[in-house]
C-alpha cells in the first residue's frame, strides 16, 4: 500500500497533487472533492467535510486545472473588471484590493483590464478570444448606456458599480453645507475627463438640487482640466459671476482649486469657500469634505458581485458611506 506521507512529502519538482491524491488523503470520493473544489451549487457537503477537503488540498499544493475546469463547466473561475484607462483614484482602488481578496478566498481570480474611455465593443470582443469569465464587472465610471452596450455582446454576466455611490446625494451635501454656511451663489469644478463624466453629471445635478431647494440660482459649473491654468482661469470665471463658495468633484479637484488660490496669494475660505469629496489622505491637512467611507464602498462593491456569483455575502457594511468632514477649508 502507498504510503501517504510520500505524497505530502514529495520533493520539489515531482508531479503536482491531484485531486485523486486530496480524495485518498481526505478520505471521501473524487467526487466530493470535485464539488468543493469547483464550490458546485445544489450539492450538501457539511461544512466539516467541506474544510477538510480545502485544508488537505491546500497542505499538498493542489492547484486545480482551470482550463479543465472552463471546458466541464463552460465557464472559469476567472472574474473580468473592466476599469476606465485612467488612475481609479484612492477609493476604487481600495475597492478593487478587497474584491481581489474575497474573490480569492472563494476560489476566484481577479482579472482587471483597462479600456479607453469611450467603449469600444469591438476591442472589448476581442477579449472573449482569449478567456471566458464567469461574471464580468465594470467599476470606476462606465455610465448605464455603455454599460448596456457591453451586455449586449459580452458572453457572461456583467455587474456594475453604478448606483452603488450616491453621487446626486454627494452633491447635495457639499452644496447643503455651504448654503447653510450663509453663501448664496455656488460654483462647481467639473473634470474634464470623459472617464468621470457619469459620475460628474450626478454631482452637478445634486448641487444644482441643493440649489433649486434654497429659492437661489443654479451653480455656476466649470470644467477645468489637469492644469493649473485651467483652475486659474475657473477662479476667474467664479468671481466675474459673484461666486463665494464652490464644490470640487472631487477632493483632487479641490484641492486644485486651493492651490489655484495660493498661486494668486488667495485663500480659502476668506476669498472663496472649497469643499471636496472622498476624503483621500491628502485632504487631511485642510479640505473640508463629504467623507466617502472607503472601507464601507469596497463592501458594498464586493457584496454585489457576491451575490451575482451566488456565494455567500457575508462582508460587513457598518457604517454610513457618506459623512460631512468639516476643516479650514470652508
Known amino acids: 500500500m502507498k504510503d501517504r506521507r510520500a505524497v505530502r512529502d514529495a520533493p520539489e519538482g515531482r508531479k503536482r497533487a491531484t485531486s485523486t491524491d486530496v480524495a485518498r488523503e481526505s478520505g471521501v470520493s473524487r467526487a466530493t472533492v470535485s464539488y468543493v473544489l469547483n464550490n458546485t451549487p445544489d450539492k450538501h457537503i457539511s461544512s466539516a ?46 475597492a478593487l484590493d478587497a474584491l481581489t481578496r474575497e474573490l480569492a478566498k472563494r476560489g476566484y481570480v481577479l482579472l482587471v483590464h483597462r479600456i479607453s474611455d469611450s467603449l469600444d465593443s469591438r476591442s472589448v470582443q476581442d477579449i472573449w478570444t482569449y478567456l471566458t469569465p464567469t461574471l464580468i464587472v465594470t467599476i470606476g465610471g462606465l455610465p448605464p ?59 452637478a445635478a445634486g448641487v444644482m438640487q441643493a440649489c433649486k431647494n434654497a429659492s437661489l440660482v443654479p451653480p455656476i459649473v466649470c470644467v477645468v482640466d489637469e492644469s493649473l491654468k485651467s483652475y486659474s482661469e475657473c477662479l476667474d470665471e467664479f468671481e ?76 460587513p457594511v457598518e457604517n454610513e458611506m457618506l459623512s460631512l468632514l468639516r476643516r479650514t477649508s470652508a
Not at 53 to 59: L, N
Not at 66 to 92: E, H, Y
Not at 163 to 190: S, W
Not at 272 to 286: K, N, Q, R
Open 240 to 315: 466675474s459671476a459673484g461666486v463665494t463658495a464652490a464644490c470640487g468633484h472631487n477632493d483632487d479637484v479641490a484641492l486644485m482649486l486651493l492651490e489655484a488660490l495660493r498661486s494668486r496669494r488667495q485663500s480659502a475660505p476668506e476669498d472663496l469657500a472649497v469643499i471636496g469629496s472622498d476624503d483621500i489622505p491628502l485632504a487631511e491637512l485642510e479640505l473640508t469634505t463629504i467623507a466617502l467611507d472607503a472601507e464601507v464602498c469596497a463592501a458594498s462593491i464586493t457584496n454585489k458581485v457576491l451575490a451575482a456569483l451566488g456565494a455567500a455575502v457575508d462582508v
Open 49 to 94: 467535510t467541506r474544510e477538510l477537503v480545502i485544508r488537505t488540498a491546500r497542505r499538498l499544493g493542489h492547484v486545480p486545472n482551470p482550463q479543465a475546469r472552463a471546458l466541464k463547466t463552460g465557464t472559469s473561475n476567472i472574474v473580468l473588471c473592466l476599469v476606465p484607462a485612467l488612475t481609479l483614484g484612492f477609493v476604487f482602488d481600495h
Open 145 to 203: 448606456s455603455e454599460t448596456a452596450v457591453l451586455e449586449g455582446h459580452a458572453p457572461a454576466p456583467v455587474v456594475s458599480d453604478y448606483g452603488i455611490v450616491e453621487h446626486n446625494r454627494i452633491g447635495q451635501l457639499q452644496a447643503d453645507y455651504l448654503i447653510d454656511r450663509g453663501h448664496r451663489t455656488i460654483g462647481f469644478a467639473m473634470p474634464s475627463d470623459p472617464a468621470l463624466r457619469a459620475y460628474a453629471m450626478d454631482r
